[in-house]
């Protein structure tokens, strides 16, 4: 698994950007594949998420996780659930001791925030739809409802598509630009003509700066073309391959 710095040094916050290395799933989705809707065997699925779980040193029914959609929807959450029983939401906050807030991913950002002095902490699943739509700035202000503070969060981008592997149409960089006409520092054009690289990542941290998050960490990965590593959407698409893994990104508040 995979942590950063800035969060490592916040008091009583364990974090952790699981990578596919290790688990019990076979085939396409070898390795720790945590994602219940991704086809895989679900006794499987649910012995993999039992071993992140360990690795985080809590009990494998302290997870939860959701239904995510591409949307800004952010679930303020006090209790586990069953997953099968999970709500649509793409981001989760809490300010609950070892409730270990997880979000899955394939290509997408996972976002993780904490604010320790406050004890509230959130995880958010950011693609491009929802990074546009403001999930990252839902969940500031959720976690502003519970206590935190926007200035002393720190924020840690996981393991994402990047920019040298995110080719986008032409017509994709029009919204972004239509919100901010400085946005355009995250396209380049690729080697394909009429088309682009974009950086989510990069737009990520600048978005999280301009509303007051400025301790921003991110990872230096690319869950397309680490394929040993990471699982991949748009990898497995290219090769043809309908199903794919998550991997799984938590946080957890400790006593």
Same mark, same amino acid.
């Given at each position: 698994?995979?942590?950063?710095?800035?969060?490592?040094?916040?008091?009583?916050?364990?974090?952790?950007?699981?990578?596919?290395?290790?688990?019990?799933?076979?085939?396409?989705?070898?390795?720790?594949?945590?994602?219940?809707?991704?086809?895989?065997?679900?006794?499987?699925?649910a012995s993999n998420r039992a071993v992140a779980m360990a690795r985080l040193e809590q009990g494998?029914?302290?997870?939860?996780?959701?239904?995510?959609?591409?949307?800004?929807?952010?679930?303020?959450?006090?209790?586990?659930? =069953?997953?099968?029983?999970?709500?649509?939401?793409?981001?989760?906050?809490?300010?609950?001791?070892?409730?270990?807030?997880?979000?899955?991913?394939?290509?997408? !950002?996972?976002?993780?925030?904490?604010?320790?002095?406050?004890?509230?902490?959130?995880?958010?699943?950011?693609?491009?739809?929802?990074?546009?739509?403001?999930?990252?700035?839902?969940?500031?202000?959720?976690?502003?409802?519970?206590?935190?503070?926007?200035?002393?969060?720190?924020?840690?981008?996981?393991?994402?598509?990047?920019?040298?592997?995110?080719?986008?149409?032409?017509?994709?960089?029009?919204?972004?630009?239509?919100?901010?006409?400085?946005?355009?520092?995250?396209?380049?054009?690729?080697?394909?003509?009429?088309?682009?690289?974009?950086?989510? =990542?990069?737009?990520? !941290?600048?978005?999280?700066?301009?509303?007051?998050?400025?301790?921003?960490?991110?990872?230096?990965?690319?869950?397309?073309?680490?394929?040993?590593?990471?699982?991949?959407?748009?990898?497995?698409?290219?090769?043809?391959?309908?199903?794919?893994?998550?991997?799984?990104?938590?946080?957890?508040?400790?006593?």
């Open positions: 698994m995979i942590t950063v710095s800035t969060l490592n040094e916040v008091s009583r916050v364990r974090h952790a950007f699981f990578t596919r290395s290790g688990g019990s799933s076979e085939g396409v989705y070898a390795g720790l594949n945590c994602g219940f809707g991704s086809g895989d065997d679900p006794v499987r699925v494998p029914n302290a997870l939860v996780t959701v239904r995510q959609e591409h949307t800004n929807t952010v679930l303020v959450v006090d209790k586990p659930f =069953p997953h099968d029983q999970a709500p649509v939401a793409d981001a989760l906050v809490t300010k609950r001791v070892n409730l270990v807030l997880g979000v899955l991913t394939a290509d997408c !950002a996972p976002v993780l925030l904490a604010d320790g002095r406050g004890r509230v902490v959130a995880a958010v699943h950011a693609g491009w739809r929802g990074a546009l739509a403001g999930v990252v700035d839902a969940a500031i202000v959720a976690m502003e409802g519970l206590g935190a503070k926007r200035a002393r969060i720190v924020a840690a981008i996981g393991p994402s598509i990047s920019r040298r592997s995110y080719e986008v149409g032409p017509e994709f960089p029009a919204p972004f630009l239509t919100e901010d006409a400085d946005n355009a520092e995250f396209f380049r054009e690729s080697p394909r003509a009429g088309r682009y690289l974009f950086d989510l =990542p990069g737009y990520l !941290a600048r978005r999280l700066a301009r509303i007051g998050v400025s301790d921003v960490a991110t990872t230096p990965c690319d869950t397309c073309i680490e394929a040993d590593r990471f699982y991949s959407y748009r990898r497995s698409v290219m090769a043809g391959d309908a199903a794919y893994g998550r991997q799984l990104s938590a946080i957890v508040l400790e006593p």
